[in-house]
């Protein structure tokens, strides 16, 4: 498994209000054009994750596109359309 570079792309910070905590993210000019450049069939993912070492008044968290992607394994397919996992001879309804 090959590790991919990480991209970055947005900041958020929790504010309180007097409705509760809400999660604010902000995106720059630049982290617009970095997502546009990531989306994979006019989608991208991202993860919200927490700043280790924080500053007052600064965002608390980041966004980070996630590219992590699927990849079949061996000995796995899928059963062809059609296919029934019940045996036809019993006679069971389900």
């Known amino acids: 498994m090959s590790e991919q570079a990480k991209i970055f792309c947005g900041n958020a910070k929790i504010v309180t209000t007097k409705y509760g905590e809400m999660i604010?993210?902000?995106?720059?000019?630049?982290d617009l054009e970095t997502m546009l450049t990531n989306l994979k069939d006019g989608w991208i993912n991202t993860v919200l994750k927490e700043k280790k070492e924080k500053v007052e008044g600064k965002p608390t968290h980041y966004l980070e596109v996630d590219n992590w992607v699927a990849t079949p394994k061996e000995g796995l397919t899928n059963?062809?359309?059609g296919a029934s996992k019940v045996d036809d001879d019993l006679g069971l309804p389900f």
């Not at 604010?24 to 630049?30: A, G, Q, W, Y």
Request: hydrophobic share 30%; no cysteine; aromatic share 10%.
């Open 79 to 81: 059963a062809p359309k």
């Open 24 to 30: 604010k993210i902000s995106f720059s000019k630049k």
